[in-house]
């Protein structure tokens, strides 16, 4: 596509472009909602099982400043190129036109899936309160609520997200503070406990750098959801600044929700507690928050976290089918895909892509409820991998841009913001990724028979990523972009030394 074209794109008209409609807070709360889910409320208690609470929180700590740098760089290169599907572009602009392609595919399948994996998670959770109800209409429910919630104006979309992350939001923050006051005995009935589960048995550090390793992956999925402020960027008001903003706020609430959380757990039960590692979505009263709050005496503590956990679900299904809607989008607008999903409602939905989107996600749930859970599994195995694909894509392109925009002398002071610790920020996010990815299933390799069918499973994305790239590749002779021929100027305007976007041009 052009350097017109992709200006049209990101224009505001009233038929036929995204609406930029989306605040910061709204931005802000995305990103929170795709990012805080299960993973705290519910699995957190295993990663300070495994590696004990100074190994989780060391764990978390790397992962979220892996997460810093791949955000931040996002967040320069959004701000200055303000568009939906943002990273897929930039992998375009940027890196080569098919590497953008595959990681606009990547992106929409891994959130696509994602749908089907909240859709299960939800009626395991309903099941809770109403054990004789088949969960497949659960599911079948959720799947409606959630259409119903993308396909009618973006800002619909918005408010909705932003109240289902504020009630986590509210949760982790009553979390921390009222687990701190019963470490501190400052609660009735509470016995101070200090700094007695950081010393017990092999604590803070257990297992040793492989339990660490596991950890991180663990924390690597959790802070997936991240990077939906690139997504956003397409129909945010006033990029330059909402983008910046939203971008400083996101990663420091996240990591401190995170880590914060994970130290009240450590604090309070001890890592050789068992309940840490029954803690999962099918028994929500072995979760760490379930028993913090049960010791505060809250009786109906898991009635309560169910309420969050369902809300968790739904949110991060709701972020995903917006992220995954927005990426097809993109691609049929750069003739990466059917141009019958680049089509917009009235309201700037792009409903065909909303459409096919749902229905992938509704097939695999719908996977999940034969005998056959090897399809399922064989889908939802290939997520995890697809996301760290993603983050180490945005490295690339935000590595490359920099240096392209440096080259053809512009100047740092022109961007509307401006990552930190470059070329340290994308080099690190980079080979940390790509360890991660590789290293998801190592241990597979070393066991005494390896089952290739889950290995497979597991890895198959990575070439299939390299196939989709280099398939384009040959097919549109495309090749790497020289830093000399990057398309910069048409973001940038040279005459007032200052970046601007069609979009802030028009208002």
Not at 23 to 33: L, P, Y
Not at 74 to 101: N, Q, R, T
Not at 279 to 296: E, K, Q, W, Y
Request: glycine share 10%.
């Amino acid at each position: 596509m052009d350097a017109l074209q992709t200006m049209k794109q990101s224009e505001p008209s009233t038929t036929t472009t995204l609406k930029r409609r989306l605040q910061s807070r709204h931005i802000a709360m995305i990103a929170i909602g795709g990012s805080i889910g299960t993973g705290l409320f519910v699995a957190s208690g295993a990663s300070v099982a495994q590696a004990g609470p100074g190994g989780a929180i060391a764990a978390y700590i790397v992962i979220g400043l892996m997460v810093y740098f791949v955000v931040t760089g996002l967040g320069e290169m959004a701000a200055l190129m303000p568009v939906s599907g943002s990273f897929a572009i930039y992998g375009e602009k940027y890196v080569d036109e098919g590497f953008g392609v595959a990681l606009g595919w990547t992106y929409w399948y891994s959130w696509a899936v994602t749908i089907a994996v909240e859709l299960v998670a939800a009626q395991l959770v309903m099941h809770y309160w109403f054990p004789g109800v088949p969960g497949v209409w659960w599911g079948a429910a959720f799947l409606v609520l959630i259409f119903l919630l993308n396909t009618l104006s973006v800002r619909g979309f918005g408010e909705s997200e932003y109240w289902f992350s504020l009630i986590k939001v509210v949760t982790v923050i009553a979390f921390v503070v009222t687990g701190l006051l019963i470490a501190a005995g400052a609660l009735r009935g509470a016995t101070a406990v200090g700094w007695r589960n950081f010393t017990i048995g092999d604590a803070p550090f257990v297992g040793g750098l492989h339990a660490m390793m596991s950890v991180a992956l663990i924390a690597g999925f959790s802070f997936l959801g991240t990077e939906l402020v690139g997504i956003t960027a397409g129909e945010s008001e006033h990029p330059r600044t909402t983008i910046p903003k939203a971008v400083r706020q996101i990663f420091w609430r996240i990591m401190l929700f995170y880590v914060l959380a994970i130290f009240v757990i450590g604090l309070l039960i001890p890592y050789t507690d068992p309940n840490l590692l029954k803690s999962d979505v099918t028994d929500i009263g072995m979760s760490p928050f379930t028993l913090v709050f049960r010791h505060a005496g809250l009786s109906l503590a898991a009635d309560a976290m169910n309420i969050v956990i369902l809300t968790a679900v739904l949110s991060a299904g709701n972020s995903g089918t917006y992220a995954a809607t927005r990426m097809l989008y993109n691609l049929a607008t750069e003739g990466r895909a059917p141009r019958m999903f680049a089509t917009l409602s009235p309201g700037g939905v792009p409903r065909n892509a909303l459409y096919v989107t749902m229905a992938v996600g509704g097939l695999c749930f719908l996977t999940s409820l034969t005998n056959n859970q090897g399809i399922y599994l064989w889908l939802l195995n290939t997520v995890g991998i697809t996301g760290f694909i993603a983050w180490l894509g945005i490295a690339v392109c935000h590595y490359r841009f920099r240096r392209g925009f440096l080259k053809q002398g512009y100047r740092l002071e022109q961007l509307p913001y401006r990552a930190k610790w470059f070329p340290f920020g994308p080099i690190f996010a980079f080979v940390l990724c790509l360890v991660i990815s590789l290293g998801q299933d190592y241990q597979a390799f070393f066991a005494s028979r390896i089952d290739w069918m889950e290995v497979l499973s597991i890895y198959v994305w990575i070439p299939l990523f390299v196939a989709i790239w280099w398939g384009y590749r040959r097919r549109r002779k495309s090749r790497l972009v020289r830093y000399e021929d990057m398309e910069i100027n048409v973001w940038l305007d040279r005459s007032d030394k200052g970046a601007r976007s069609p979009a802030d041009m028009h208002g």
